[in-house]
Nanobody, 117 residues
């Protein structure tokens, strides 16, 4: 199981931008599926964005056009660039990685994103 460490969360005003990072340790990053999930108080954890090993991306309707998921293979790191942030984006954001051999992947510890004026 790989280790994932998220960073980049914080407090931003509505309309602001933020970039989250997910650094992965261990082997298999180049062939792994990766995603960003979020969970707000009282809500279930939901998929925000996903990227395959080949770079194909998928987004939740609520963030499509505002968020971008990417990965930098040389750094074993995935990113979530968030623009035009809204208060409803407030949540703990989690990085997820799944290797082809896994049914359930690995989770990071989460990073708090708060959008408020």
């Amino acid at each position: 199981q790989v280790q994932l460490v998220e960073s980049g969360g914080g407090l931003v005003q509505p309309g602001g931008s933020l970039r989250l990072s997910c650094a992965a340790s261990g082997s298999g990053f180049s062939i792994a599926q990766m995603g960003w999930y979020r969970q707000a108080p009282g809500n279930q954890r939901e998929l925000v964005a996903h990227i395959t090993s080949g770079g194909v991306t998928t987004y939740a309707d609520s963030v499509k056009g505002r968020f971008t998921i990417s990965r930098e293979y040389a750094k074993n790191t995935a990113y979530l660039s968030m623009n035009s942030l809204k208060p409803e984006d407030t949540a703990v954001y989690y990085c997820y990685l799944r290797l082809p051999t896994q049914v359930f992947g690995s989770w990071g510890q989460g990073t708090q994103v708060t959008v408020s004026s």
